[in-house]
């Protein structure tokens, strides 16, 4: 029988788990991070694009148009962006339920939060006149804030709209609204304490943006085009023009340069109208962008568009009837998984396909590769020098990365399948198929990808969410247990036993030398002894504190993704009583978390890819390797060198010199005893590139020289033991 209030029993657990098992604060970081998120309005100043991008607010470098480039990132109240407006030195942000905030972007390289004030609850959009700042509140209507003092922005006034206030504009002391099913609304906000609604005019469609110049406002009004209005007298709005796109065509962004309106059509791109004469607009050209174009800014002969889950993208609008992408930023905007293979990770986004990330340096990680040949991919996993990747729209895909920095599709299951979550080992692939009434899983051999059998789990509509393989086994996480299954013979699973959760549910399962890892309601980690799969056998558990999104182990570590807001690093080694670690908050929502090697990786929707440097966790076997090992000759010395002069080591007992190093580096002990002295060097995938081994004896500076010439530049991390124990870890650098 389940307790009752579960959710207190295991909060209860969390606060006995903080005292006897503390965590360290936050101590990881990401090392490395590639902005991404899903960008929703962009404005431009000089030359930078501020992007408001859903979980995110990125600033970008636009001086070369054709190859825009993250500079920074701000990290938004209630991690949501959804509207930007700029005046001087500071970007004003329209957060959702996170308000307004004001950020200081005097240096476009280090935004700063100045000021930030709750009252918007449903933050749209906003504009900024002079010492006041409109937001379109949703269905809150019409917010204004005093941002006189940018380090305090304050409610002023307020309109109550009978729409969903999408967007605003202002001019001449008079805002107007786009709102949404109510059309436009026009208030006299002369006395911003007191707003006054002087007008209003429905319009058939939807009002999702508004765009003003001289005496005309262009309404986006979704499913019917673009609404022409006349503001010749404000209190007397007439509707002179509707520049209709056509059927099934969404229009939810307008800006108005000179004689041209530019239009974002949402699945269609970018439309250009010709509005020298505003009561008969004349439809231009046209360039469908590849994502969904939410919103335009025009600065020169360049239109700016936020392309959603397609990043930002350049259109060239020199020739207004033929526009075509000069650039773009765009990188995976919801990323679904994520695996690493030497210094390389492979992201699967849910819409735009397979992206190479080369994390070399780990500090600027970059895109090498895209692959969009494929819609909704879902997971992804690694067997050898092939790559699967599950796809809803598309079936299961097989890549070889013997160029692991240039995958290349070998094979396909084709389009009549569908999958959402994916296992392989060295000879066997096994794919889920979501939602649906029939096969939930389905075993295939691999390399070939030939159908090999198929298994009905017990629960729907809540098919399996999570699964693991390990040797003639497969683990299932189906939502109301853990399911193991014998697969000895693929074409014929049978269910060896299940195994129920805490409380509810099952969310997600890993397994390692018979040891499985589960993710369960109410923020429950558990561990279970299936050495024997008939009787699996509950070993110890862990309140994270919030709900489990994915799990993975790796060395004596359980990395997690966590919903909402971070990832998660467990110790594992004493399976009876697992114990947070260490823990990074994140921005968006994490979706995945892999280690392999000397980093992890971590995947975030709607935000960015990090990068994580987990030197005091790898273990150190590799998973994955590309390059061969170098031995270099080993050098000893029982005293110390020239470099070693009294106090090098200032009380500590290894160091490094030189570091970085060209033809030599120096490892320095100091040892109390005699003792065998080794030094394992690993290269940033996490390899084996070096060892050094010596007995030594105690009294004075000893040392053992690392010839490093044949070695190739870049990053090293060498761990150092006295006699079996580890006793330091150095990051130390070749240079060529």
Known sequence: MRPPFPHIITFVLFLLSMLYNPCVLSALQPCGYLICGLPREVEIQGTYAYVAAEGIFVIMDISDPLHPVPVSYFEPPGYAAYGVALQGDYAYLACNSGGLCVVDISDPNLPQQAGVTLQPTSAQSVAVDGNFAYVADGENGLRIIDISNPASPGQVGYQYLTGTARAVAVKDSTAFVADGDDGLRIIDVSTPSAPNEIAFHDTPGYAFDIALDGNFAYVADYQEGVAVFDLSSPASPSLTAYAYMGSGVYTLGVDVAGNYLYVAQDLHGLRIVDIANPSQPVLLGAYDTPGLAKAVRVNSSHAYVADYSRGLRVIDIDDKNNPAEAGNYSSPGSPQALEICGHYMYVVDLYTGLHVIDFADP??????????????????AISGNRLYVATQLDGLLQFSITDPASPHLLASTGSSMQFSLLAVTQNLACAVTPWTTSTDLIFFDIPRLSYRGSYNTPVYPDSPRGLALENDWAYIADYDN???????????????????????????????????????????????????????????????????????VYGDYAYIANMPYNFKIVDVRNKNAPAEIDFCNALGRPTDFRARGLYAGGTSEGAGIYVFDIV????????????????????????????????????????????????????????????????????IAGELASSLEAELDAGGNKSLVWNCEQMGPGIYFARIFFGGSEVEKLKVSVVK
């Not at 590769?369 to 879902?378: A, C, D, H, I, K």
């Not at 000895?488 to 049978?494: E, G, H, I, L």
């Not at 369960?520 to 999104?549: H, I, K, M």
Request: proline share 10%; aromatic share 10%; with cysteine.
């Open 363 to 380: 500090t600027h990680p970059l895109e090498v590769y895209n692959y969009s040949g494929f819609l909704l991919g879902r997971d992804i």
């Open 482 to 552: 853990l399911l193991i299954l014998n697969i000895t013979d693929p074409a014929s699973p049978v269910i060896e036993s299940t195994f129920p959760p805490v409380y509810d549910h099952v969310y997600n399962v890993d397994v390692k030398d018979g040891i499985a890892y589960l993710l369960e309601s109410w923020g429950v980690f558990r561990v279970v002894d299936v050495s024997n799969p008939a009787s699996p056998l509950a070993l110890g558990q862990y309140a994270t504190s919030s709900v489990g999104q994915t799990v993975q």
């Open 616 to 683: 005091s966790y790898a273990p150190p076997t590799p998973t994955c390797t590309h390059t061969p090992t170098v031995t270099p000759t080993v050098t000893l010395s029982a005293t110390a060198s020239p470099e070693s002069a009294a106090g090098i080591l200032l009380g500590r007992k290894c160091l490094a010199c030189p570091n970085p190093a060209r033809q030599e580096m120096r490892f320095f002990f100091q040892l109390e005893s005699p003792t065998t002295v080794r030094v394992l060097i690993y290269n």
